[in-house]
């Protein structure tokens, strides 16, 4: 089965900054990538994805990037904001079932 | 996106006792999904809850100890069966979109003494 593992664990960035999270996945029937934002108590929240046909796809502040010859893919969060502060999950979704996997997940904390 | 509710929202339960959490979407939804949300860590999928016919459960899980019903194409349950300390967690339903995206219900924090 797929395999996603996420780094790194733990980013703490200054307010203003950027910010990075990489997942690799392991099956290359993987076509969907979401990106999930959970904020303490609060429930997954899809914030952006991308799928295998495009490279790169941009919301405002929060880029994804794909490269499918080597696997991963990345979140890029751009001026950093204190409420950009949550656990962020990239998944997986290989084309030849229904399930998601989901990489461990990255705490950020952005520093005011 | 879908709206979707689950209740109860949080409950504390006695050990060997069962609790049935309910998961309503506002809209009729193909795909439902039960997910497990241990403390600090990622989401696991317990099953997929199937409209007419038994659910498909994930490696580790069984039907015996987590039972799902799926009576229409907006409702779905999970009961956790003779509970222990072990199945303290956040349990999340979730609904698949037209696009093969997931969306979450708020969940349901279980804890067992």
């Known amino acids: 089965g797929e395999n996603v593992e996420q780094h790194p664990s733990t980013l703490s960035v200054q307010e203003g900054d950027s910010a990075v999270i990489k997942c690799t996945y392991s099956?290359?029937?993987?076509?969907?990538f979401p990106w999930y934002k959970q904020e303490l108590g609060k429930r997954p929240q899809l914030i952006i994805d991308i799928r295998s046909n495009v490279g790169e796809k941009k919301d405002q502040r929060i880029a994804v990037t794909l490269n499918k010859t080597a696997k991963h893919f990345s979140l890029h969060i751009t001026e950093t904001q204190p409420e950009d502060s949550a656990v962020y999950f990239c998944a997986a979704y290989p084309n030849t079932g229904n399930q998601f996997y989901f990489g461990t997940g990255t705490s950020l904390t952005v520093i005011p | 996106s879908a709206v979707i509710s689950q209740k109860p929202s949080r409950d504390i339960c006695q050990r060997g006792t069962s609790l049935t959490i309910q998961c309503q979407v506002d809209s009729q939804v193909t795909m439902m999904f039960w997910y497990r949300q241990q403390p600090g860590q990622s989401l696991t999928l317990i099953a997929t809850?199937?409209?007419?016919?038994?659910?498909?459960?994930e490696s580790g899980f069984v039907i015996d100890k987590f039972p799902i019903s799926r009576p229409n194409l907006t409702f779905s349950t999970l009961t956790v069966s003779n509970m222990s300390p072990e199945d303290s967690s956040i349990y999340l339903c979730?609904?698949?979109?037209?696009?093969?995206?997931?969306?979450f219900g708020p969940g349901t924090r279980l804890t067992v003494l």
């Open positions: 979730s609904v698949a979109g037209t696009g093969n995206e997931q969306f």
């Open positions: 809850a199937n409209q007419g016919s038994e659910a498909t459960y």
């Open positions: 099956d290359s029937a993987s076509n969907y």
